[in-house]
C-alpha cells in the first residue's frame, strides 16, 4: 500500500510511497468552475414552515453522482446527474412511548429521486429536464427511510417540520452513484440497503440487489446511511460500487478496520468479487471517518477515487486519488482467526493480503475547493478533464435556539412524542426549530490535467497480441531451421565417416 505526504501546490501534487520513492502527479493545466443553474419546473414544491424563503421551492440538488452523457449540437458536454432521498436535515433523537429513535426532518416527504439532465455551457451548468426514478410496477419512488428490521433500514424516523412522524416507505431509497452501460440502461446505488439497482433509459427500475440477496451478506454491516456511495461501468462491462466507510460488523469494527469495500458485479453471471480499498488510518481520528464520494473508471483496473472527511485536526480535507486494482486480491472469502478482516487492526498481520493501491492525484481543497461533499466524479472523453460536482443538500439548514444554552446542536436534543416536550440532559428546554437556505451553492468543477490519465490496465492490445503471435511464430521458425540445420550435419558428418 503506497502511503501518502501531500505537498499542497495549485497546479501539482507530491506522493512519497513506503519505498521512499517519489512519484510525481500530473500537472493542472487549468480548473473551471460552473454554477449549477435549475429549471424551475423541476425544482422541489415546498408550503411548510418559512416557505417564503423558498418562494421557487428548494434546488433540487443533483449532486449526488455524475456522468457523462455526450455532446450536444452546438459540442457542449452533457452529463447525467443524480439526487440523493431528498431534502432532509437533522433532528432531535425522538421518542416513542419507551423507545428512542434516531430521526431526519423531511419538508418535502413526496420528494421522488431523480436524475437531471446537466449541460455544461460557457456560463454555467443547467439542468432543464429530469428523469423520476420508479420501481418495477412503474410508482414513483420515495426517499423515507425503511422499516425497523428491514433490510437497508438504518433505525430513523422521518418527521415533518412540526415534529410529526410521516412514516416509513421499504422501497425508499437513498440513491448516490450512477453510470450507463452499453444498452442504455441506467444503474445507480444506495447508501441505504446498501442496493445496487438497473433502471431503463426512462427511469423505471428493472433489477434490484441487496446484501444476502445477489450481494454479500457482509455489506448489511455498513454503518447506518454510508452505504454505497459511488457506481462506475468498466470498459468490460463489470459494475463497481464502493461502500462509503468502513464496515461496522456486528457494531465492532469502524474503528479498527483498515480498509472499506469496492464491489465488482458481473452483470452477465451475476457473480460478485469484493478489494480492499486502504484507508490511512493515520490520517483520520478514526477510520470512519474516511469517506468515498464517488469513483470512475478509467480502465478495467483503474479507478478515479474521490475520497474525504476530516482530519484529526477536524480540518475537512478532499482527495482524488488514482486507484490500482491490478494485484489486489478478491476478499470475498478471506477471513482472519475465522472473522472477517475488518477486525485486523495491523496490516502485518494479513501482510499476504494485497490491497488496493493508491497515490494521490489531486488536492480538490488545495485548488480552491470548499465545499463539504464532493459526490460526483467523471472523465471527458479526451482522458484529461476529470468533472466534480458537489453535493449542496438541496440548499437548505435546520437551525435551533435554546433560550438556556448559546450554543445548540440539535442532535443532541430528545423531543417526546408524547408530552411534546424537548429534553436535554434530563432537562426539559424551549426550542424553536426553522428551516432556512443552506450556505453551500452547487457546482461543477472541470480539472484539467496537462497530460491524458494512464491506466493500469494489463490487458494486451489487439496490435500486441499480432506482435507477440509474430515473434513467436519467428522463434518456431528459427527453431526449425536450427533443428534442421542440425540435422543435416549429422547426416554430412556419418557420410564422411563411413567413407574414412
Request: aromatic share 8%; net charge negative.
Amino acid at each position: 500500500m503506497k502511503r501518502k505526504s501531500i505537498i499542497p501546490l495549485l497546479t501539482s501534487a507530491i506522493i512519497i510511497t513506503s519505498s521512499t520513492s517519489l512519484i510525481s502527479a500530473q500537472e493542472i493545466e487549468s480548473v473551471k468552475k460552473y454554477p449549477v443553474n435549475i429549471s424551475d419546473e423541476i425544482r422541489v414544491q415546498y408550503d411548510g414552515v418559512n416557505s417564503e424563503l423558498f418562494s421557487n421551492g428548494f434546488k433540487t440538488g443533483f449532486g449526488s453522482a455524475i456522468t457523462f452523457k455526450g455532446f450536444n449540437e452546438n459540442n457542449e458536454p452533457e452529463f447525467y446527474a443524480i439526487t440523493d432521498r431528498g431534502p432532509n436535515g437533522d433532528s432531535p433523537e425522538y421518542k416513542i412511548g419507551e423507545e428512542t429513535y434516531s430521526s431526519k426532518f423531511f419538508p418535502s416527504p413526496s420528494f421522488t429521486p431523480s436524475i437531471g439532465l446537466l449541460t455544461l455551457k460557457e456560463d454555467g451548468a443547467y439542468v432543464d429536464s429530469s428523469i423520476e426514478l420508479k420501481d418495477k410496477s412503474g410508482n414513483n419512488l420515495s426517499g423515507l427511510p425503511l422499516e425497523q428490521g428491514e433490510t437497508g433500514a438504518t433505525g430513523e424516523v422521518a418527521l415533518d417540520m412540526n415534529l410529526n412522524m410521516i412514516g416509513y416507505d421499504n422501497e425508499g431509497v437513498d440513491t448516490e452513484g450512477i453510470a450507463v452501460d452499453k444498452e442504455g440502461n441506467i444503474w445507480a446505488c444506495d447508501e441505504y440497503g446498501p442496493f445496487l439497482m438497473k433502471f431503463d433509459s426512462t427511469g423505471k427500475m428493472l433489477e434490484k440487489y441487496a446484501p444476502g440477496d445477489g450481494l454479500a451478506d457482509v455489506l448489511k454491516y455498513r454503518i447506518p446511511n454510508r452505504g454505497f456511495e459511488g457506481l462506475t461501468i468498466t470498459p468490460s462491462g463489470k459494475v463497481l460500487v464502493s461502500v462509503q466507510s468502513v464496515l461496522d460488523i456486528e457494531g465492532e469494527t469502524k474503528k479498527t478496520s483498515l480498509f472499506t469495500r469496492i464491489v465488482e458485479f458481473d452483470p452477465e453471471t451475476k457473480e460478485s468479487k469484493m478489494y480492499a480499498y486502504p484507508v490511512e488510518v493515520s490520517d483520520y481520528n478514526s477510520p470512519q471517518d474516511c469517506k468515498i464520494g464517488d469513483i470512475y473508471a478509467v480502465d478495467d483496473n483503474t479507478l478515479l477515487v474521490i475520497e474525504q472527511g476530516k482530519d484529526k485536526d477536524k480540518n475537512m480535507q478532499n482527495y482524488i486519488y488514482k486507484v490500482d486494482l491490478t494485484d489486489a486480491d478478491d476478499i470475498t472469502n478471506l477471513k482472519y482467526e475465522g472473522k472477517e478482516l475488518e477486525y485486523v487492526e495491523d496490516k502485518s498481520l494479513i501482510e499476504d493480503v494485497k490491497f488496493a493501491e493508491k497515490e494521490l492525484l489531486v488536492d480538490l481543497r488545495a485548488n480552491g475547493w470548499t465545499t463539504e461533499k464532493a459526490e460526483g466524479i467523471t472523465l471527458l472523453p479526451d482522458k484529461q478533464t476529470i468533472v466534480v460536482i458537489n453535493d449542496n443538500d438541496f440548499e437548505i439548514a435546520i437551525s435551533a435556539t435554546d433560550e438556556n444554552n448559546e450554543e445548540v446542536n440539535i442532535t443532541d436534543y430528545t423531543y417526546d412524542s408524547e408530552t411534546k416536550e424537548f429534553i436535554k440532559e434530563e432537562n426539559v428546554s424551549n426550542i424553536d426549530i426553522a428551516l432556512n437556505k443552506g450556505s453551500e451553492e452547487s457546482e461543477v468543477w472541470t480539472i484539467k490535467l496537462k497530460d491524458e490519465i494512464t491506466g493500469y490496465s494489463t490487458e494486451e492490445t489487439e496490435s500486441n497480441v499480432k506482435d507477440s503471435k509474430f515473434k513467436n511464430n519467428n522463434l518456431i521458425y528459427l527453431g526449425m531451421a536450427c533443428l534442421a540445420a542440425l540435422g543435416i550435419s549429422v547426416y554430412i558428418f556419418k557420410k564422411k565417416s563411413k567413407k574414412n
